[in-house]
T-cell receptor, first 114, second 112 residues
Framework: EAGVVQSPRYKIIEKKQPVAFWCNPI?????LYWYLQNLGQGPELLIR????????DSQLPKDRFSAERLKGVDSTLKIQPAELGDSAVYLC????????????FGPGTRLTVT | GDSVTQMEGPVTLSEEAFLTINCTYT??????LFWYVQYPGEGLQLLLK?????DKGSNKGFEATYRKETTSFHLEKGSVQVSDSAVYFC???????????FGPGTSLSVIP
């Protein structure tokens, strides 16, 4: 069974430029998560989807971040415009939605904003 | 609010040494508890889990027991290897509708 796929793995952009990250969850997993992981810290949730509906986006900085999950499968996270402080690893995870609700993580996208 | 606390790292051990990484949590109700491992340059991998009090999760020689009386979920391994060098995250989840709350992570380096 294929795991969570993310692309790109690395991205370097200049500040004020836009950037997008893509995630393909494990087949059949209805729940999808985007996390932000700063260096030396644990992941923090940005947004959670149940199918195509964003059910928890309370931690998503909506002035510059946006996300979508059309058709309830793949998802895209966008930042526009990027700031220096956005440099981090962006992790995608998926879950089947059944107990014990464990989440499976992709390899992440390491973003560097210069 | 709900939170997870881990022992600070980095932890450096010699090969075959005994490992303990302490984890305590604060949460209402009965959360599920997890240990995730993150190898350099990779995403998080689920290492083991426990869903109720006194459950013992185990995988790859690692063990952790869900202790509700002490709100702890300490990770142990009897004999570490160089390949165990990674960052270990303790985490909790209350229900499918709550996000996973991660601890800050503990970096482990095992030297030959």
């Amino acid at each position: 069974e294929a795991g969570v796929v993310q692309s790109p793995r690395y991205k370097i952009i200049e500040k004020k430029q836009p950037v997008a990250f893509w995630c393909n969850p494990i087949s059949g997993h209805n729940t999808l998560y985007w996390y932000l992981q700063n260096l030396g810290q644990g992941p923090e949730l940005l947004i959670r989807y149940e199918n195509e509906e964003a059910v928890d986006d309370s931690q998503l900085p909506k002035d510059r971040f946006s996300a979508e999950r059309l058709k309830g499968v793949d998802s895209t996270l966008k930042i526009q415009p990027a700031e220096l402080g956005d440099s981090a690893v962006y992790l995608c995870a998926s879950s089947s939605g059944q107990a014990p609700y464990e989440q499976y993580f992709g390899p992440g996208t390491r973003l560097t904003v210069t | 609010g709900d939170s997870v606390t881990q022992m600070e790292g980095p932890v450096t051990l010699s090969e075959e040494a005994f490992l303990t990484i302490n984890c305590t949590y604060t949460a209402t109700g009965y959360p599920s508890l997890f240990w995730y491992v993150q190898y350099p340059g990779e995403g998080l991998q689920l290492l083991l889990k426990a869903t109720k009090a006194d459950d013992k999760g185990s995988n790859k020689g690692f063990e952790a027991t869900y202790r509700k009386e002490t709100t702890s979920f300490h990770l142990e391994k009897g004999s570490v290897q160089v390949s165990d060098s990674a960052v270990y995250f303790c985490a909790l989840l209350k229900t499918s509708y709550d996000k996973v709350i991660f601890g800050p992570g503990t970096s482990l380096s095992v030297i030959p």
